[in-house]
């Protein structure tokens, strides 16, 4: 029971919200939501992208990838701010800090877990599609 309420520490719903929900408004003013779902679809094993779609896609994992950076740290600086501004008692303030901390702690988890994997695929793949124009 410890390791459940230890997890919960973890889990805070509007630091994901103040992430994610930037996050995605950035991305959706560079790509449509058809382009996101191909750039995943590009980086899965099974699927044979064209030249042109590993390219989009990995366009795409680099703009998430900073994206994610960028929200993060622009959180975490308002989350400070804010702070800043509270006289209040110290529970009030770690609160209000954890909540700053967890918004950087989901972007590098994002980051690690979502970008790098799938950047990663991409830039194989278009290695090898690289390396067989070559060789063809």
């Given at each position: 029971?410890?390791?459940v309420d230890g997890f919960m ?128």
């Amino acid at each position: 029971m410890a390791l459940v309420d230890g997890f919960m520490y973890f889990f805070d719903l509007p630091s994901i919200a103040l992430l994610l929900v930037p996050v995605f408004l950035v991305m959706l003013s560079h790509f449509s939501p058809a382009e996101m779902a191909g750039a995943f679809r590009s980086a899965m094993a099974g699927y044979a992208a064209t030249g042109k779609e590993l390219s989009d896609s990995l366009l795409f994992f680099k703009t998430l990838q900073k994206a994610l950076l960028v929200v993060s740290a622009l959180g975490f600086l308002t989350g400070l701010i804010v702070l800043a501004g509270i006289e209040s008692d110290a529970a009030t303030f770690r609160n209000g800090l954890g909540v700053a901390l967890l918004v950087v702690y989901y972007a590098a988890a994002m980051v690690m877990l979502v970008t790098l994997p799938f950047k990663s695929a991409v830039k194989k793949k278009l290695n090898a599609a690289r390396d067989q124009a070559v060789f063809d």
